[in-house]
């Protein structure tokens, strides 16, 4: 049999990644908005409901910032540690009811920025890396916001057009060479959720894997505050093994045997922004993040 025929060239790759964002995206879903009267409860419920990371809080189309899970994680966070553990229960409903407005870009890892629908692909993801933000507000030339362009959002188009994006789209990670980084920090299954959290803001890092006796048995990120409710935020109190059996008992480890498109595949279709690799005695080594895709497909210069 002949070899297979490769779409790749280095002369179509750039193409690709020259065309304006607002066309390659897919921008199918209508922009999830919240209102700056709604409460970090209604972001929350927002989140959950239309599986999102972040959105943002628009005052008009001209005036808006964003809030994210991170930003929510690290609010309640700081809610924990200055009024303690015992008015963090109690005042549940009270802390949920804060105005969204009130957490946006809480967290200072991700501030709001915007880019025009005209920018290149490339120039946002070297303006994103620049900047090492996740997210931004796509705005049309009247700096109207129009949508969102998120990390998520561009693996997804890399997964679309990877063989004209990369020379060998299906060969192995371990062929590529391609191992996001390490060593990989991690929490224990005995350690408190909120401690945890506090722990990935301080890294900063949004996701942990769970170990017992050395072993990965589930990951902790801090997208999991969106399972959350005035009576259930007591929750982030448990272990972290307690809380995950509780709300998100399955988890989905890399292989490095698997391509570069099973890779993205599986980071689109289960919405990961992070895919953990562990030995063979399940201990971790790796991590790959949806930065690291985006360093690896369209390097630095």
């Not at 809030?67 to 200055?82: G, Q």
């Not at 501030?111 to 290149?120: D, G």
């Not at 890399?158 to 299906?170: S, T």
């Amino acid at each position: 049999m002949g070899a297979s025929h490769s779409f790749f060239s280095s002369e179509g790759r750039a193409e690709l990644l020259s065309r304006p964002v607002g066309t390659c995206l897919l921008l199918n879903r209508p922009l999830c908005k919240l209102d700056p009267t709604e409460s970090v409860y209604d972001a929350m419920r927002k989140l959950k409901r239309h599986n999102i990371s972040a959105l943002p809080i628009c005052t008009s189309n001209l005036e808006f910032v964003l809030v994210d899970m991170v930003d929510i994680a690290a609010f309640l966070s700081n809610c924990h540690r200055t009024i303690g553990e015992k008015a963090f229960v109690s005042e549940a409903e009270r802390i949920l009811s804060v105005n969204c407005s009130q957490i946006a870009d809480f967290s200072t890892y991700n501030p709001t920025l915007s880019v025009k629908l005209s920018t290149p692909v490339e120039d946002v993801i070297r303006r994103m890396r620049r900047t090492k933000t996740h997210r931004m507000v796509l705005v049309d030339d009247n700096d109207e916001i129009h949508h969102m362009v998120t990390q998520s959002s561009l693996v997804e188009f890399f997964l679309l057009n990877l063989d004209k994006l990369h020379p060998r789209p299906d060969a192995t990670l371990r062929d590529l060479g391609f191992f996001g980084s390490s060593p990989v920090l991690y929490c224990d299954e005995s350690e408190i959720v909120i401690e945890v959290f506090k722990t990935m803001h301080r890294a900063p890092i949004s996701a942990l894997p769970m170990r017992s006796q050395a072993a990965v048995t589930g990951i902790l990120t801090m997208r999991d505050v969106k399972w959350l409710n005035s009576e259930t935020l007591s929750d982030l109190l448990l272990p972290v093994k307690d809380f995950l059996k509780k709300h998100r008992p399955s988890h989905i480890m890399g292989s490095v045997t698997m391509t570069l498109r099973d890779l993205l595949r599986s980071m689109v279709v289960n919405l990961f922004h992070h895919m953990f690799f562990v030995n063979d005695a399940g201990v971790p080594t790796h991590v790959i993040t949806l930065t690291d895709i985006l360093d690896f497909i369209v390097p630095s210069d």
